[in-house]
């Protein structure tokens, strides 16, 4: 009599394009190291398909999904429960269904930011005056995580205000929150900001607004929310500036991927040495 073959625990990840995405190589890492069976591909899906592919992987006994760009907002359609996270960012980037059958929702890009700066870095928000610059989905997925951590302001600049004015509304019941143009920063005098986050991807094309150094306190920090082979332009000027803290996106690549890991496998697996030989290998 032949075995029964075994059935082996599906995720993957969706995008348009997909073919760069490091989330195959990170998952077999994690479940390598834990030790869990399951397998996690790179799904590239059609604009407008995305509904019917993601019932259809579902359907067919996939356990979950990653979600990068640009079907987040369409993620967030789809799932039937929502973590507060995702809820109020509009954008999912981890699906998965539940015990009851409901597809869930969440976004765990803010909380693998938070857990990058914390853990790897060993830095705290509490307090801090926080410059973010860019008001698009990414800046959504960030905004809770960021506010949870009590700093004492944080300024949404972008170069169309009223897009900044909208997120800083929607999110201003959770914390200190304020708005201005990317053109206002020219104006601004004395160092007042402790922390800027670039989540942008602007800096990846080479263009970076025009940042005036002496808005920075004295033990400011730097983190782009991009990463690339060649450090962006946004890191590029932080350092020409002498800010001494910079730092780029993959440890919250890595930190929201293990995020995902643990929603959908219920064990956090270790990130420390695999963001140092991603940091070697891009």
């Keep these: 009599m032949a075995l029964q073959e075994s059935?082996?625990?599906?995720?993957?990840?969706?995008?348009?394009?997909?073919?760069?995405s490091l989330s195959p190589s990170i998952h077999k890492v994690f479940a390598d190291d834990t030790k869990q069976q399951l397998t996690y591909n790179a799904m590239?899906?059609?604009?407008?398909?995305?509904?019917?592919?993601?019932?259809?992987?579902?359907?067919?006994?996939?356990?979950?999904?990653n979600v990068t760009v640009p079907f987040k907002q369409e993620a967030w359609?789809?799932?039937?429960?929502?973590?507060?996270?995702?809820?109020?960012?509009?954008?999912a980037n981890t699906l998965f269904k539940a015990k009851d059958g409901k597809i869930q929702g969440h976004n765990?890009?803010?909380?693998?930011?938070?857990?990058?700066?914390?853990?790897?870095?060993?830095?705290?928000?509490?307090g801090k005056n926080i410059?973010?610059?860019?008001?698009?989905?990414?800046?959504?997925?960030?905004?809770?995580?960021?506010?949870?951590?009590?700093?004492?302001?944080?300024?949404?600049a972008n170069r169309t205000i009223s897009k900044a004015e909208e997120l800083a509304a929607l999110f201003g019941k959770y914390g200190k929150l304020s708005a201005c143009g990317l053109e206002d920063l020219k104006e601004a005098k004395g160092k007042q900001v402790d922390w800027i986050i670039n989540a942008s991807s602007a800096s990846l094309q080479g263009d970076l607004p025009h940042l005036?150094?002496?808005?920075?306190?004295?033990?400011?920090?730097?983190?782009d929310l991009m990463y690339a082979q060649v450090e962006t332009v946004f890191c590029q000027w932080a350092r020409q500036g002498?800010?001494?803290?910079?730092?780029?996106?993959?440890?919250?690549?890595?930190?929201?991927?293990?995020?995902?890991?643990?929603?959908?496998?219920?064990?956090?697996?270790?990130?420390?040495?695999?963001?140092?030989?991603?940091?070697?290998?891009i």
């Design 44 to 65: 590239l899906i059609e604009p407008g398909e995305f509904p019917q592919d993601v019932s259809n992987f579902f359907s067919e006994g996939g356990k979950g999904l």
């Design 131 to 156: 410059l973010v610059l860019g008001a698009g989905g990414a800046t959504r997925g960030i905004l809770l995580p960021l506010l949870n951590e009590r700093p004492a302001n944080i300024c949404i």
């Design 212 to 223: 005036p150094y002496d808005i920075l306190s004295n033990d400011a920090a730097c983190y």
């Design 108 to 126: 765990t890009d803010g909380k693998g930011l938070i857990r990058d700066i914390k853990h790897n870095h060993d830095f705290n928000l509490e």
């Design 7 to 20: 059935v082996v625990d599906r995720y993957a990840v969706v995008g348009n394009p997909i073919g760069h």
């Design 77 to 91: 359609a789809f799932a039937e429960d929502l973590s507060i996270e995702a809820e109020i960012a509009g954008a």
């Design 242 to 281: 002498g800010v001494l803290k910079v730092m780029d996106g993959i440890g919250m690549l890595v930190e929201q991927a293990a995020e995902s890991f643990y929603l959908w496998r219920g064990i956090r697996p270790d990130t420390a040495s695999l963001i140092q030989s991603l940091q070697k290998g």
